[in-house]
């Protein structure tokens, strides 16, 4: 008799199953997604094919092992200690990682997992208490009244704005910023977000979950030895300060930083300053300059209007931009991640 690759207490939308095709039979009144990732899971090949989000390149497809997957969900299970009978939402999309991951932690682990459409207020409506989730900022800033629906909830694909850490922050869920990407399966670090004491100096460090190691290149990017999930160390583009192997802060991406002048310029913490003064969705890039070799910009989404920079506290002189821009409306990739390089094109269209 087959033995069934998933854990006996796990429950889909309520319903426990018997067999392997029986579950598969069930997703199909699910959707589509959710149908073909459990046929891919069940077959008898030992990895999956994952489409990148495309938020840093070109979208494409890559192999995970099945083991490393589920070595992952094992990893998340023991941080934040969620065993078996473990409630769940899964309100992501199961077209990529994050979502096919809360899928196999359910599968591994043994939870309870409910599955709802992937829209901006997932909890609306819900009359149910999960012990855990999983969201993307848009999410998290749309379900600020219903989210002690979650005890527990892991926030990625983007980065959560100051104006909405400051909501978060005595509210009954643990809300935890993720770090990871496609190639390590999700997370491999996460930092808590809310709860958090105002004098704590490691409130912004990212710590690391179980059996990953951290050192850095010579760019001073991240490079991430997770064996358990990853063959290859993983060489990023995440330009960090190092406090240990297993701990650190984010500062950018390091294709995003700006020499403006012989000044390196970090887009990402200038925008988190800038974040307390301009409520539209915007970001900071460097534009070619004859002068500065790069010059700082600002584009923001929406009508134009008169921006106060000096507002914006702890700004140094190199921090201030240059030039303002708007344009009606950012583009982005599939995930709702802003393509900047893009989106300044419309720019130099106006």
């Known amino acids: 008799m087959k033995k069934n690759n998933f854990h006996k207490s796990f429950q889909l939308n309520e319903k426990s199953f018997s067999s392997e095709e029986e579950l598969l039979s069930f997703s199909k009144t699910i959707n589509n997604s959710v149908f073909s990732f459990l ?36 990893a998340t299970g023991a941080f934040f200690e969620l065993k078996e009978n473990t409630t769940a939402l899964l309100c992501l999309s199961t077209d990529y990682i994050a979502g096919k991951m809360m899928l196999v932690r359910a599968l591994t682990l043994g939870w309870k997992l409910d599955v709802v459409e992937a829209i901006s207020n997932p909890l609306e409506g819900i009359n149910k208490v999960y012990d855990f989730s999983a969201m993307v900022p848009m999410q998290l800033q749309n379900s600020l009244k219903d989210l002690h629906k979650v005890k527990k909830l892991i926030v990625g694909g ?21 770090y990871g990407m496609t190639e390590t399966i999700t997370h491999v670090a996460v930092k808590k977000l809310n709860n958090v004491i105002s004098n704590d100096s490691n409130k912004s460090n990212y710590k690391t979950l179980p059996d990953v190691h951290l050192s850095q290149d010579s760019r001073n990017c991240l490079i991430i030895d997770a064996p358990k999930v990853s063959e290859e160390r993983v060489v990023t583009n995440d330009v960090v300060d190092l406090i240990s192997e297993r701990e650190f802060e984010w500062l950018g991406r390091y294709d995003n930083v700006i020499n403006s002048g012989g000044i390196k310029l970090h887009p990402e913490k200038i925008e988190e300053k800038l974040s307390k003064i301009i409520s539209n969705r915007f970001f900071v890039i460097g534009v070619p300059d004859k002068v500065l070799g790069e010059k700082l910009v600002l584009v923001i989404e929406g009508k134009e209007y008169n921006v106060i920079l000096n507002e914006a506290k702890n700004l140094t002189k190199y921090e201030i931009p240059k030039e303002i821009y708007f344009v009606d409306r950012f583009i982005e990739t599939e995930t709702k991640k802003i393509q900047r390089k893009k989106t300044l094109d419309l720019v130099r269209l106006l």
């Not at 090949?45 to 840093?56: A, I, K, L």
């Not at 980065?159 to 909501?167: A, C, G, K, P």
């Open 39 to 74: 046929s891919d899971w069940f077959n008898a090949e030992d990895f999956v094919v994952v489409q990148t989000s495309g938020s840093t390149g070109k979208p494409k497809p890559i192999p995970l092992k099945k083991e490393f997957m589920k070595n992952s969900a094992e």
């Open 158 to 178: 983007g980065v959560v704005s100051n104006d909405l850490i400051v909501e978060i922050q005595n509210l009954s869920t643990q809300v935890f910023a993720t």
